[in-house]
T-cell receptor, first 112, second 115 residues
Framework: AQSVTQLGSHVSVSEGALVLLRCNYS??????LFWYVQYPNQGLQLLLKYTTGATLVKGINGFEAEFKKSETSFHLTKPSAHMSDAAEYFCAVSDTGNQFYFGTGTSLTVIP | GAVVSQHPSWVICKSGTSVKIECRSL??????MFWYRQFPKQSLMLMAT?????????EQGVEKDKFLINHASLTLSTLTVTSAHPEDSSFYIC???????????FGPGTRLLVL
């Protein structure tokens, strides 16, 4: 069975500081990996995804994530936090079938 | 980009009534859609997988007679909450699986309040 662990349910950063949201997964097969963002009272928006190829993936709003197979990680980063980045972030893993597994989410607060 | 819509976005109903929520993939065909429920400040809870032309697959603990799912076309799935009660009040989110890379795209969610 697959699982996703997001370390830190709450992360606070200062505006302009580096954002690092951690995601580790367990999978018995090469996974597809996703990061989604959720703003209050809205659905989830796809930030970026890794399927195959380059392990450093760039997404929308300046976010990127790197697939590290040896560490079974897919951490999300952004060099400089903006106030509008405050939201809930979910990491997800799929075994390329119809099964998706979501992490418990990380709430990002940006301090002005 | 892939767009998924949900309707209605908000619904308030009396206890005992049934509520239907629609999920549509606007610019792609989706043989598979998912229905989730989300409680405040929590992650998504998968309720069921909706497959076009066949019966939905429900997760353990989800009452299929309570939450009726119909996926009659490649762009539309519906979730009907039958005989709704206050404990069914929640945020319901659907997603559609976009082939070929099997990415889920989510709808904006429907907030249900049962009085």
């Amino acid at each position: 069975a697959q699982s996703v662990t997001q370390l830190g349910s709450h992360v606070s950063v200062s505006e302009g500081a580096l954002v690092l949201l951690r995601c580790n997964y367990s999978s018995s097969v090469p996974p597809y990996l996703f990061w989604y963002v959720q703003y209050p009272n809205q659905g989830l928006q796809l930030l970026l995804k890794y399927t195959t190829g380059a392990t450093l993936v760039k997404g929308i709003n300046g976010f990127e994530a790197e697939f590290k197979k040896s560490e079974t990680s897919f951490h999300l980063t952004k060099p400089s936090a903006h106030m509008s980045d405050a939201a809930e972030y979910f990491c997800a893993v799929s075994d390329t079938g119809n099964q998706f597994y979501f992490g418990t989410g990380t709430s990002l607060t940006v301090i002005p | 980009g892939a767009v998924v819509s949900q309707h209605p976005s908000w619904v308030i109903c009396k206890s005992g009534t049934s509520v239907k929520i629609e999920c549509r993939s606007l610019d792609f065909q989706a043989t598979t859609m998912f229905w989730y429920r989300q409680f405040p400040k929590q992650s998504l809870m998968l309720m069921a997988t909706s497959n076009e032309g066949s019966k939905a697959t429900y997760e353990q603990g989800v009452e299929k007679d309570k939450f009726l799912i119909n996926h009659a076309s490649l762009t539309l799935s519906t979730l009907t909450v039958t005989s709704a009660h206050p404990e069914d009040s929640s945020f319901y989110i659907c997603s559609a699986l976009q082939p070929p890379q099997e990415t889920q795209y989510f709808g904006p969610g429907t907030r249900l309040l049962v009085l």
